[in-house]
């Protein structure tokens, strides 16, 4: 993927609203309309320049894990738990970044709004023709199948944003307990909070998922619990039991449950793909950790080669 640089976004920049320390952004592209929610930590003594820099590289896990809890964020709607982007339509970049709370500086604020749209980046591509970011959806063709199901179902609805947040709560301590480290994931996408309330209540429910709103976005929601699963290092055999159960509970036949299964792999290898080309190059050990786990998660290496070719193809790279 290229550089991101803020002077290429601002068409992309639809609203801002900064609360205490963080950011919540709106990016629209500017061909389709299509709209994305972020957020980012405002940093003090982190500007641009700071953002731009490439100094640390990032594990395998952590890219995946970034990767996958931005579709979350935007699937919950940020509505869950208070997690509201607000959708100011129309206003200024710099009219929209009133100061609240801590005192942050234009150039620290613009770096937050950089790193919210660097956390949705594998929702758009760079058109170098036009010197923009524009949606997926303007290259349909290279597309992964997980972005063509969200894209198509959309998890919209209040209550069914409830049941997915239950169901990646359940998911995630599959095997009876949650960790620090699975707390401190979800609590990227949702309230601790509200992660403490539904862990140490009952699981979701054959009625809870029954309830659901008929039709695809049952899909698109036990894709988006099966990509969660897969960014872990070990997927335990008690997550693809749980993961089995969600299916049945929601009415989705085993055919089209494995179809959801593989996009959602394949979409995780396609997010690792950040981790095999930092700055657009290729790094072979990288590239091999990459294969490695692709095979783990049940992946051939021919299908491993197309995602990487499509995530090239994509971003332009040779």
Same mark, same amino acid.
């Given at each position: 993927?290229?550089?991101? $640089? ?5 068409? #992309?920049?639809?609203?801002?609203? /900064?609360?205490?320390? =963080? ?19 405002? /940093? ?46 129309? !206003? ?14 234009? &150039? ?12 949705? !980046?594998?929702?758009? #591509? ?14 349909? &063709? ?9 894209? #198509?179902?959309?998890?919209?609805? #209040? ?59 049952? +899909? ?13 290092? +070990? ?26 299964? !593989? ?6 290898? +396609?997010?690792?793909?950040?981790? =095999?080309?930092?700055? /657009? ?31 090239? $193809? ?5």
């Amino acid at each position: 993927m290229p550089a991101i $640089k803020f002077e290429d976004i601002q068409k #992309n920049i639809e609203s801002t609203r /900064q609360d205490g320390s =963080v950011m919540y952004c709106v990016f629209k592209c500017p061909v389709t309309g299509n709209k994305v929610e972020s957020q980012a930590t405002i /940093q003090e003594g982190r500007g641009l320049a700071d953002v731009a820099k490439k100094s640390v590289k990032r594990s395998l896990f952590w890219r995946l894990r970034y990767g996958v809890s931005s579709v979350v964020r935007s699937a919950l709607g940020y509505g869950l738990a208070g997690r509201v982007a607000g959708d100011v339509a129309g !206003a200024a970049v710099q009219g929209a970044m009133q100061k609240q709370g801590p005192s942050f500086s234009d &150039d620290e604020k613009n770096a937050a709004v950089l790193q919210a749209f660097e956390s949705v !980046a594998s929702r758009f #591509n760079f058109d170098s023709k036009n010197g923009q970011w524009i949606s997926s959806d303007a290259a349909a &063709d290279l597309m992964t199948d997980f972005a063509v199901q969200l894209n #198509n179902a959309p998890v919209s609805q #209040n209550y069914d944003r409830g049941v997915l947040a239950h169901m990646l709560v359940g998911v995630a301590m599959a095997d009876g307990q949650l960790g620090d480290e699975e707390k401190a994931f979800l609590s990227g996408f949702m309230e601790s909070s509200k992660v403490d309330s539904l862990a140490s209540g009952p699981p979701v429910s054959g009625a809870d998922l029954a309830e659901v709103s008929r039709g695809p976005v049952r +899909d698109t929601m036990l894709m988006i619990a099966w990509g969660l699963a897969c960014t872990d290092k +070990d997927l335990a055999e008690s997550e693809i039991s749980r993961l089995s159960e969600l299916a049945k509970g929601l009415g989705i036949e085993e055919t089209r449950a494995q179809e959801l299964k !593989a996009h959602a792999i394949k979409f995780v290898i +396609d997010q690792a793909m950040e981790h =095999v080309y930092p700055d /657009q190059k290729l790094d072979p050990t990288a590239q091999a950790e990459v294969y490695q786990f692709a095979k783990l998660l049940g992946l051939s290496r021919e299908d491993a080669e197309r995602v990487e070719i499509r995530y090239r $193809k994509r971003n332009g790279l040779i």
